[in-house]
């Protein structure tokens, strides 16, 4: 057996962003310890602070407008050209603002994942934390999952909640939020690039049991 051989291949991913990039900055410390290695960060804003903190990392980045396209699938269609060039495992969306077109979510079936800021199922699409304040909810918390055509409906792999205070505000919920994304996203990266976690018959597995089983109190 030759020397490459012997050594396993370390994960690659690409994650795609659309803005501040704080989740993207929590994979790039943890990728090490992680076992994954980021080979691309691309954004659909030019302004999307994320790109500065790659650029830090020395992780190449690429910008594609969707305003430069007639349509979602002619956008989806160059995007994955672009995804591809780096042969990811893994294609990480870390606050990507764009829905995508079923052909490019099935192109990527069991290896595209999402960040959501709900404990899904609950509050699917926007504005989650006013609603989950609306809705006079007690918890509330960031969900990962594997991506299918579903919008925010594909199978969750793990939840982080926090409780809802008395004088939170949509603000601060999302703040307390986030510090939990920003554990809970590394780690489930990482369970993927160990080959511990894939998704089959429409299920997230974690080694062999079906995901989520617990919700994890922040
Ligand atoms: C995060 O809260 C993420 O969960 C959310 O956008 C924020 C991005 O923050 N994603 C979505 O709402 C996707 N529908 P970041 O750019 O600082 O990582």
Same mark, same amino acid.
């Given at each position: &057996? ?36 980021? !080979? ?23 910008? =594609?407008?969707?305003? @430069?396209? +007639?349509?979602? @699938? ?22 990507? &603002? ?13 290896? =595209? ?5 709900? =404990? ?10 006013? !609603?989950? +304040?609306?809705?006079?909810? @007690? +918890? ?18 793990? !939840? !982080? ?25 590394? &780690? ?8 511990? =976690?894939? &998704? ?19």
């Amino acid at each position: &057996m030759s020397i490459s051989e012997s050594i396993p291949k370390q994960c690659s991913i690409v994650v795609l962003i659309s803005g501040s990039g704080s989740n993207l900055q929590a994979l790039i410390d943890h990728a090490e310890h992680g076992g994954y290695a980021i !080979r691309a960060v691309i954004s659909n804003k030019a302004d999307a602070y994320g790109l500065t903190r790659a650029a830090e990392a020395n992780i190449p980045t690429s910008v =594609l407008s969707h305003r @430069e396209f +007639l349509s979602r @699938e002619a956008f989806d269609t160059e995007l994955a050209t672009l995804i591809d060039q780096f042969e990811p495992d893994l294609v990480v969306l870390a606050g990507f &603002m764009r829905i995508l077109s079923a052909s490019f979510v099935n192109h990527y079936a069991g290896r =595209l994942i999402n960040i959501h800021p709900s =404990l899904l199922p609950k509050f699917p699409g926007t504005n989650t934390h006013q !609603r989950a +304040l609306d809705e006079g909810e @007690e +918890l509330h918390g960031a969900s990962v999952h594997f991506v299918t055509e579903e919008l925010d409906g594909g199978p969750v792999i793990a !939840r !982080r909640s926090v409780s809802i205070e008395a004088g939170d505000s949509a603000e601060s919920l999302a703040a307390k939020v986030l510090e939990q994304e920003h554990q809970l996203y590394p &780690m489930v990266v990482s369970w993927f690039a160990n080959g511990e =976690l894939r &998704m089959a018959d429409g299920r997230a597995i974690h080694s062999s049991k079906t995901l989520p089983d617990t919700v994890h109190a922040g």
